[in-house]
């Protein structure tokens, strides 16, 4: 699949892409921003309870004088507050005493402001307090209110900021990148789902062209459930135009009657009295063969309704081989070069008579070689038929295609063949062009339309 390109043309690939990439993006950004407040939270819960285990050591440890005054019974400086500057601090403190951790250095917190928190204003338990700034840094605190004989004292417990936040950070290093990589086999994921998912569709579009091309009748069986009703309808409309062309060859049937009749009575009324040239009934005999044609061509697109692939290479060799027999005492050579494969949107009958047309007038006018050539060029076939005869003269070039027209006298013919042949290669969407070469001889050129993609050429 190619890139995804939303601001493009409509297309259904895209939008099921963009919207799911969108989707995903999203989705990998919320779970990224909620794992990490879950991690977050967990290191908030470690700290909390580290704290917690160390206020309630000092509460239990705390006991009066014989003075009143409120004193430590035990050595609760363990690491990590027994490091200076360390962010890890203690402070038990009344209105007359205050007792710090060894980390605090005989320097004293101030009792931060302690949000009203319900869930523990009915029970004597250690709560989170305002963060301070302390010694250039902030400070985490948890604080408990007790009771120590008739005394009320404060007990603080700070972590450094960094304690809470240096750890998510580590996290979202890691975070970050399983994440991403998540993100792009998700994306992966969709863009395969769609190419696989939208395959029978791009396979109904190749049938769909394999029946204009004529290489299938109708649209096969579906198995893909969704894509069964356009299937059917479809079908229904390949098998009503189907219809309509067998209507399209009554109206020619009856149109042939029409028109033979008038034109038999007329021969039937022409004889040696009337005629006695014998023009007038020459002249009917060509237009009852004009109309023989082109019924028969107008019968038989209508009875196809989709254009046949042909073959040059073989169809060319055939009509090499008769016309080297009809004229195989004038001794003339052909050459031929053919690309192999290549194949034209005709009928192989027509391609026979629009190339068998110039062929022989080839051979007709070639001192001793005849040269064809066919290629391929752009979506057409170019095929090129020269002769070393002596050419004909430009306006006769430019009357060639009349009906009736003969460009000798004096050679065989009836002047309607490149007539034929040229409308027959205008009837396909191509065209046959004449033209005197620099040295001797005449080229003839005919273009015909390239077989489409998906058809099946007739073999020879």
Known sequence: MSGLNLSGQASIARRLAGFSIIFVTATVIVASVIL???????VREQIDQRLDTQIEGLRNALTTDSAGD???????????????RSGWYWQVSDDRTRITSRSLAEETLESPPRPFDWRHAAEPKPHPADRVAFRDETLYLRTLETMVGDRTVEIIASAPQSSLSAPAR???????????????VLVGGILLQVRYGLRPLRQLTSDIASISAGALPRLPDQDVEELQPASREINRLVDKNAERLAETRLHFANLAHGLKTPVASLQLALDDANDPTNEMRDLVDRIDQRI??????????????????????????????????????RG??????????????????????????????????AGSLVAIDARTDGRSIVITLEDDGPGISDDTIEKAFLPGVRMDETVAGDGFGLTIANELAQLYGGKIALRNQDDKGLRQTITLPKTAAGSSPVPA
Not at 170 to 184: E, Q, T, Y
Not at 315 to 327: T, W
Not at 336 to 351: G, H, K, L, R
Request: with cysteine; glycine share 6%.
């Open 70 to 84: 409120v004193v430590l019974s035990a050595d609760l400086d363990g690491p990590p507050f027994d490091r200076p």
């Open 170 to 184: 580590r996290a979202l290093l890691w975070l970050v990148p399983a994440m991403l990589l998540l993100g792009g």
């Open 36 to 42: 990490y407040l879950i991690v977050a939270g967990v």
């Open 332 to 365: 003339i050579s052909v050459q031929c070069t053919i690309e192999p494969q290549i194949s034209v949107a005709c009928a192989a009958e027509d391609f026979d008579e629009i190339v068998g047309n110039l062929l022989d007038n080839a051979f007709k006018w």
């Open 292 to 329: 023989r044609h082109h019924l028969a061509r107008a019968r038989k697109t209508a009875s196809s309704g989709t254009v046949s692939a042909t073959q040059v290479n073989p169809r060319i060799d055939d009509l090499v081989l008769v016309m080297s027999r009809i004229h195989a005492d």
